[in-house]
C-alpha cells in the first residue's frame, strides 16, 4: 500500500508541476504591469532602481535594427538578440558583459523573476520586464529591439532571472 500511495503522490506532483510550468511569457509575471505608450515603456512606481535602468535601456534601442552578432563589443550598426538581453542587463548593473542566446540558459537563477525574466534557448534569447516582453523576433513590427504586447511561447526555453528579481 505504501508503494501505491508513493506512486500517487509522485504522479500528481508531476501533474501539479506540468500545471505551474508557464505557457506564454505572458504566464511569467503577477506583479504591477508596466504600460506601452507610443512604443515607450512607463514602469511601474514601485519597480526597483535596476528595473527602471533596464527599461530605460530598452526604451533607448527600440527600433535599432537587427545585425547578426551587433551588441557583443564590435563595431555594428544593430542588435541581435542576445546583444540586445545583454545591453539591457548591462545598463542595470546586473551584467558585466555580453554573452551569447545559449549562455543565458544559465544567466542568474533559474525560474521566472518577480520583475525580469529571462527566456533564453540555443539560437534566441528574450525578456520580459515588468510583464512586457522585449524581443528581436516580434511579430508584424518589424526586426530588432521591441516591446510587444503579444506572449510568446515559452515552450524550449529556459526561464531564467537576476538574483534579487
Known amino acids: 500500500m505504501s508503494l501505491a500511495r508513493l506512486l500517487l503522490s509522485a504522479v500528481l506532483g508531476l501533474l501539479a508541476s506540468c ?11 503577477r506583479g504591477p ?14 519597480a526597483p532602481a535596476s528595473v527602471r535602468r533596464a527599461i530605460a535601456a530598452a526604451n533607448a534601442i527600440q527600433h535599432a535594427p537587427y545585425q547578426f552578432g551587433g551588441g557583443h563589443g564590435r ?9 540586445c538581453v ?23 537563477r533559474s525560474g521566472q523573476g518577480q520583475w525580469i ?5 540555443r539560437g534566441h534569447v528574450f525578456m520580459t520586464v515588468c510583464g512586457l516582453r522585449l524581443d528581436t523576433s516580434s511579430r508584424g513590427t518589424g526586426t ?4 510587444s504586447l503579444n506572449p510568446r511561447s ?8 537576476p538574483s534579487g528579481l
Do not use: E
Not at 515559452?154 to 532571472?161: A, D, P, Q, V
Open 33 to 46: 504591469k508596466a504600460h506601452l505608450v507610443n512604443g515607450q515603456v512607463i514602469p511601474p512606481r514601485q
Open 86 to 108: 545583454s545591453l539591457v542587463l548591462n545598463r542595470a548593473g546586473l551584467l558585466r558583459s555580453p554573452m551569447p542566446s545559449s549562455a543565458f540558459r544559465r544567466y542568474g
Open 19 to 29: 500545471a505551474s510550468s508557464p505557457r506564454t511569457s505572458a504566464d511569467c509575471y
Open 75 to 83: 563595431p555594428s550598426h544593430g542588435l541581435d538578440c542576445s546583444g
Open 154 to 161: 515559452t515552450k524550449g526555453f529556459s526561464l531564467r532571472h
Open 117 to 121: 525574466t529571462v527566456f533564453a534557448r
Open 144 to 147: 530588432g529591439p521591441r516591446w
